[in-house]
Nanobody
Framework: VQLVESGGDLVQAGGSLRLSCAAS????????MGWYRQAPGKQRELVAS??????????NYADSVKGRFTISRDNAKKTVYLQMNSLKPEDTAVYYC???????????WGQGTQVTVSS
């Protein structure tokens, strides 16, 4: 399974970005998918997840991003998205996606995409 993240950029605080993660080599629709992030010197953390199956999906968010980030998926394109609004400097991190199985990441990590928010 290959995961390829894209869409990261340098933005000012208050700005928006949309991240994409394209998956290949798997039955994408079967998996719960999540977006994680890792800031310098910190552990990787899960920020958003979306249930398997139809594109509607049940979603969950870390408290730090609730109300600002929206996760969605397009199973036909094997892609999961993260719409990030009202970005803050503390959102600066490398963002990764992965499938979630039994509470853990399922596949090898991709290269991630860098999000930098300037104050």
């Amino acid at each position: 399974v290959q995961l390829v993240e894209s869409g990261g950029d340098l933005v000012q605080a208050g700005g928006s970005l949309r991240l994409s993660c394209a998956a290949s080599g798997t039955t994408f629709s079967m998996f719960v998918m999540g977006w994680y992030r890792q800031a310098p010197g910190k552990q990787r953390e899960l920020v958003a997840s979306i249930s398997s199956g139809g594109s509607g999906g049940f979603t969950n968010y870390a408290d730090s991003v609730k109300g600002r980030f929206t996760i969605s998926r397009d199973n036909a394109k094997k892609t999961v998205y993260l719409q990030m609004n009202s970005l803050k400097p503390e959102d600066t991190a490398v963002y990764y996606c992965n499938a979630i199985v039994a509470g853990s990441s399922a596949f090898d990590w991709g290269q991630g995409t860098q999000v930098t928010v300037s104050s």
